[in-house]
Structures are given as structure tokens and as C-alpha cells.
């Protein structure tokens, strides 16, 4: 439903966003309907990969980075308050315009429309479907961009909107405890998130290299923290990608952040995850995709 309160804000005559305006979207998702921004010319930002694909296969440009100015910005809210803001920040340094704002309760609309009436000028609020949006005009916000990261125990860094920032989840934890001393050689991290695995495994024996791969750019970006401390034998690559699975041809022996108990040397978790015939396709190529023996 964002199309229609995106719709209604835009033809309330509250902003003035013309046709053929360079938008800004901060976080639009793959299931997002953007049919009420045919007539803008759009650059999203986003840093998940499956929907940074999607989103491109549609022929929106996209990026995980801002890139220059806007005539305006639309920020798709994020679950996470701390990402919400930031999201909010930056699109208020790209733009002079409207910084339009669109989410729906769960994610916490009300909470950043109080916040943002503190500072800005705000729009009236369109409500529909168990969401709202409304446009901020003017407005400093520079103390809500959070670049510098959260340091946890251990020397790991996190960024606001990435999975478990706060603390190690107990799926990982659990795993690392029952990696074996000895390795084989060839690794993939499938799934690494910040890094917290991939240290672990780079401090067991037998380890070559080390295949790091990660759907959320941001958590990437944190992993690679980790990653210049392995020994110099070691080779790291890391790889924004797990829209599809990539056949490692010399890969022995792949780590995915397990809850359950090892199978056949492969670990996997599905974090959050209830796509079962998913998971299954996922488990599948997991195992062809390890070398015999």
C-alpha cells in the first residue's frame, strides 16, 4: 500500500516534487509497488542483495551508496530505529527538497513521526493500510548519522540494521563452539554476517582460504574488520552476493551458521527463514557444491 499513500501525499499539493525529478529511495524493497513514481527519474539504495537485484531486473538504478544530490528522497522505514534514522540523515544531507517517509506500524512509524516533529516541519499524515506516509521539510539531523561503528567484545565491529548489531546471536555461538581444531582447507562462510565465524575459522588448522560471502552490504563491510587479521598463508575473498548459490569448485567444506548439528561437513541456519522447499534447494547445493571426500 506505500504506491497509494505515496499517491495521495504527492497529489495533496503539500509538496512540490515536478515531474522528472531525481528521487532518492533509501531501502525500497523487491515487493515494494513504486507505480506512483513512474514519472521521476529514481535511484534506489540498497544494501540487500536479493533486493538490490530484483529492484535492478525492474530498471530502477540502484546502489548501496548515495550518489550526488536529489530533488528530493523517500525513506522506506527499516525495523531497526537506529538504520531508520540514518537513512532519514542522509537523505536530508542529499536533499534540499522533501524528505518523504513511508512504513508501517511494525515498523515503527509513529516512533520517528513524534521524533521528527520535534525537529522539522512535517506534513499532514497519510494513513492507509496500517502505515503512513508524510514529507519533512527542513530539518538538522546530522547527530542521527551513525558512522562510526559499535564495537562488541573481541575487536568486532556492527553497524545500525544489521543482523544481531548489538550482541553475537547464540546460533553463531554455538556453532563456533563446535568447530573442530582442524579444518579443511577450503571454506565457505555462507551467510557470515559481521565476521564472528569467519574469525573462527581463521584461527583453526588446515585453513587455505576462506570464501566470505554475505547478502547485507553493510554487515560485509563490518566483516572485513575481521578478515586482515588472518594469517598471511591464508586467502580471503568476499563476495556480496547470495541471491543464488555459487558453486565453489574447490570449496571442501562450508560453514553457514548452524543450529543443527553437522551433516556431511556442511552446516547451514536460515536465519528467520520459514521458505522450507527454500531451505531444502539451499541445503541441496550446499552439498553439491563440496568436494568429495
Known sequence: MSATRLRILLESGEIDVPKGARLLLFGPRQDHDLSALTEFDLFAIQGFRPDFDALAARGINVGTTVEGRCDAAIVFLPR?????????????????????VDGHKTDGIES???????????????????GKCFAVHGGDFDDWLSEEPTELPGGFKTMPGVFSAEKNDPGSAALASLLPQKLPGNIADLGAGWGFLTRAILQREGVISVDVVEADHTALECSKTVTPKHPPRLSVIVSFMVSRICHFARVFF??????????????????????????ACFFLSCLNSVAPG
Open 80 to 100: 531497526s530505529k537506529p538504520a531508520a534514522r540514518q537513512h532519514i540523515a542522509r537523505a536530508r544531507q542529499a536533499t534540499d527538497g522533501p524528505v518523504i
Open 112 to 130: 520517528i513521526l513524534r521524533d521528527l516533529r520535534k525537529r522539522a516541519d512535517v506534513t499532514s499524515p497519510v494513513s492507509k493500510a496500517h
Open 254 to 279: 562450508f560453514l553457514g551458521n548452524s543450529q543443527a548439528p553437522p551433516t556431511f561437513e556442511c552446516y547451514c541456519q536460515f536465519y528467520g527463514e520459514s521458505n522450507l522447499p527454500f531451505c
